[in-house]
Structures are given as structure tokens and as C-alpha cells.
């Protein structure tokens, strides 16, 4: 059977995404872990134009519009703005050696491309396919937020986690209703302001983002 263009271009973006999933789970510089963090989100506004277009899903050019306009634009605008204030460059602290974590990282992807082949089977998106890397998206997005020691790389975690979830839901069913993504993008953006908040007040507090400081504050 032949894969329709789009198909193709979808399949190439999902490999794309799950390629700077790896990106992000391996790097180290806080700064490039912001760019793979926009970058992902462009891809994710590319893949789901292309859906748009081809499927004919009017409500997903909104969807497009309110992630590149968040997710691309303003949201690593305020992580560089966060990070030029707490003069931060480098994450090297990791609760787990790196290579260990992109072994810990294949093993997910295994998983969840088991785990995401009898769901597929039962959708009759054009984006079925897709499915399994989307779950990949999100177990590595959160085994990067568990294995960080630092407060906003445990944040771009959470982050890349939702745009996962995200391409998960437009390769099932074509994405959600426009109230709901509305609903979640408010909240996104509302708890960046609210994470703004909360490394500034660690930073004043104990002179580091490292979270090992919340744990002693709670052994006391």
C-alpha cells in the first residue's frame, strides 16, 4: 500500500520528534535544551498543519496558531528571559549517568510502541501510525523530568511532556476540541508565570535551582 505525501510527511515529522525527544533527554546546556524545546514545538505546529490540511480539520489551523504562538514564540522567550535573571548556562546534575539514561530511554520507546499497536489498529486516522512515537514523546519527556536535578529542567520536561501529549490526541482522534485547548493553553501559560515565581524565590532562598534543597528543608 501506498503511503500518501502527507502520510509521509507525518511519518517524517513523528520520527523527527521522537529524534529531538533523544536530543533533549542527552543534552546538558540549559540554553540548548530551551532551542530543542521550540524546535520540538515547531515540528508538532508543522506535523499538525500538514494534518490539517490534508484531513480537512478546520478546528487544528486554531490549534496550530495558539501553539506556535505559545509553545514556539512566547514560552521560550520567557525561559531565556528566566535564565539571563538567575544567570544560569549549564545543567550538568543528573540523578542518572546520561548513558544510562538514553538506555533507560530505548527501553521506553519499546514500550510504548507496544503498548501503541493494538490502540492504532483501532483508529482510522491517517496519523494512526504516529501514535506509538507520540507515547515515546511523553515517557521521555517525563524520565527527563526525574532524572534532572534542576528546577527548569524538570520544567522543559513538563513541557515537552504536554506537546507530547498533544501530537498523541491528533494522531488518535485528530487532535481535541478547541475549548479544551484553550483550556490547556491557559493553564500552560499560567503555570509558567507561576514556575517564574517559584525558581526566583529557591534562587533567593538557597543561591540554586537544585532541588536536593527542597529535600533537606523537608528532612528538617
Given at each position: 500500500m501506498t503511503i500518501p505525501l502527507s502520510g509521509q510527511l507525518i511519518n517524517l515529522s513523528a520520527a523527527f520528534l521522537l529524534l529531538v525527544g533523544f536530543a533533549m533527554l542527552a543534552q546538558r546546556r540549559i540554553l540548548s535544551l530551551i532551542n530543542l524545546f521550540a524546535m520540538q514545538s515547531f515540528v508538532l505546529v508543522l506535523s499538525t498543519l500538514i494534518v490539517a490540511i490534508s484531513?480537512?480539520?478546520?478546528?487544528?489551523?486554531?490549534?496550530?496558531?495558539i501553539t506556535f504562538v505559545l509553545k514556539?514564540?512566547?514560552?521560550?522567550?520567557?525561559?531565556?528571559?528566566?535564565?539571563?535573571?538567575?544567570n544560569l548556562k549549564w545543567d550538568v546534575e543528573t540523578h542518572i549517568a546520561i548513558p544510562t539514561t538514553m538506555l533507560l530511554?530505548?527501553?521506553?520507546?519499546?514500550?510504548a510502541f507496544n503498548l501503541a499497536q493494538p490502540?492504532?489498529?483501532?483508529?482510522?486516522?491517517?496519523?494512526?501510525?504516529?501514535?506509538?512515537?507520540?507515547?515515546?514523546?511523553?515517557?521521555?519527556?517525563?524520565?527527563?523530568?526525574?532524572t534532572r536535578r534542576k528546577a527548569v529542567s524538570q520544567v522543559i520536561g513538563f513541557l515537552?511532556?504536554?506537546?507530547?501529549?498533544?501530537?498523541?490526541a491528533t494522531s488518535a482522534t485528530y487532535g481535541m476540541p478547541l475549548v479544551v485547548e484553550l483550556g490547556i493553553a491557559l493553564d500552560v501559560?499560567?503555570?509558567?508565570?507561576?514556575?517564574?515565581?517559584?525558581?526566583?524565590?529557591?534562587?533567593?532562598?538557597?543561591?540554586?535551582?537544585?532541588?536536593?534543597?527542597?529535600?533537606?528543608?523537608?528532612?528538617?
Open positions: 484531513t480537512h480539520q478546520h478546528h487544528l489551523y486554531y490549534s496550530v496558531g514556539v514564540i512566547l514560552i521560550p522567550w520567557l525561559l531565556h528571559r528566566f535564565i539571563r535573571k538567575l530511554g530505548i527501553v521506553l520507546v519499546i514500550f490502540i492504532s489498529q483501532l483508529s482510522g486516522t491517517v496519523t494512526r501510525h504516529t501514535l506509538g512515537i507520540a507515547i515515546a514523546g511523553v515517557l521521555l519527556a517525563f524520565l527527563m523530568m526525574i515537552a511532556m504536554e506537546n507530547g501529549l498533544f501530537f498523541a501559560l499560567v503555570a509558567m508565570v507561576i514556575f517564574g515565581i517559584f525558581f526566583f524565590h529557591i534562587r533567593e532562598a538557597f543561591d540554586s535551582l537544585d532541588l536536593k534543597h527542597m529535600e533537606q528543608l523537608k528532612e528538617d
